[in-house]
C-alpha cells in the first residue's frame, strides 16, 4: 500500500545530495521519539473530533427534537456518514503520519545543505554555507522529555524550492529547520566545523587551484604570442 499511496501522491525519489565532495555526504533523519509524538497528537485529534460528532450528534437529537422527521432524519444521517467517513480514513491518515516521518531528509555537505520534507506538498530547501549567519537549537518541554529537538538554520537570503520548482518554504524562506532530531548539537558542531573551513578557505568561495591556475596563464601567453608573431612577422632589412 505504502509503494501505491506513494505514486498516487507522486512523491518523488529521496533527494540528491547538495554540492560538495562525495565523501563529505551526511544524512540525518528525525528522532524516533519525534514519530512518536506526531502519533500521539494525530492519535488525540482523532479521538476529539469523533467524540465532537458524537456529543454534536446527541445534543442535536434532544435540542432539535421538535423539527420534522424527516429534517431530523437527514441531518442525523449526515452526521453519522461524516462519522463514518472518518472511521474509515483513520489507516490512511496513520499511513500519512508515518510516510511523512520516513520521508524527511536532512543532508549536509562540506559546502551545503538540502532538507526535504512532506507528502501533499514536498517541499526541498537548499541553503550554502556561504550564506549561513546562525544556528539555534530550540526545544521545547515535551520535546526535552522526548529527547529530541530542532536546529534552526538561518541564511542571508535565498529561499525554499518545492520539488515542482516553486519557491516557497514549510517554514520560512531563510530559515531550514532540522525538525525532531534528536542528534541536534552533533548536527550544529558539525555545521559549524563545516563552515569555518569553507570559510577559512577562500572567505566562503570553493578552494582556488594556484598551480593550475598558473598553468592556464602561461599557456595563453604562449598562444597569444604565437599569434602575433605569425600576424605579423619580424621584417629583414634590406643592404
Known amino acids: 500500500m505504502t509503494a501505491y499511496l506513494l505514486r498516487l501522491l ?80 483513520i489507516p490512511f491518515t496513520y499511513l500519512l503520519q508515518r510516510l511523512n516521518y520516513e520521508l524527511r531528509w536532512y543532508i549536509a555537505t562540506d559546502r551545503s545543505l538540502r532538507i526535504r520534507s512532506g507528502i501533499w506538498s514536498v517541499e526541498e530547501l537548499t541553503m550554502t554555507f556561504a550564506n549561513i549567519q546562525d544556528l539555534k537549537i530550540t526545544a521545547g518541554p515535551l520535546q526535552g522529555w522526548l529527547g529530541i529537538a530542532d536546529l534552526e538554520v538561518s541564511s542571508a537570503g535565498g529561499g525554499g524550492v518545492s520539488a515542482g520548482g516553486k519557491h516557497g518554504g514549510t517554514e520560512s524562506s531563510h530559515t531550514a529547520k532540522f525538525a525532531g532530531v534528536d542528534n541536534a548539537v552533533e548536527i550544529r558542531d558539525l555545521i559549524v566545523e563545516r563552515l569555518k573551513r569553507y570559510r577559512d578557505a577562500g572567505l566562503g568561495d570553493a578552494p582556488v587551484d594556484l ?19 605569425a600576424v605579423d612577422p619580424p621584417s629583414t632589412a634590406s643592404v
Open 10 to 89: 507522486r512523491v518523488p525519489p529521496e533527494p540528491q545530495a547538495p554540492d560538495g565532495s562525495p565523501e563529505s555526504i551526511r544524512v540525518f533523519r528525525a528522532g524516533r521519539n519525534y514519530y512518536r509524538w506526531r502519533m500521539i497528537v494525530w492519535a488525540f485529534s482523532q479521538i476529539f473530533v469523533v467524540l465532537s460528532g458524537l456529543a454534536f450528534l446527541g445534543s442535536f437529537a434532544f435540542i432539535v427534537r421538535k423539527l420534522p422527521p424527516m429534517v431530523l432524519t437527514v441531518m442525523v444521517a449526515v452526521d453519522v456518514v461524516a462519522i463514518a467517513f472518518l472511521v474509515i480514513g
Open 211 to 229: 598551480g593550475g591556475a598558473a598553468a592556464e596563464l602561461l599557456a595563453e601567453a604562449r598562444s597569444l604570442r604565437q599569434t602575433v608573431t
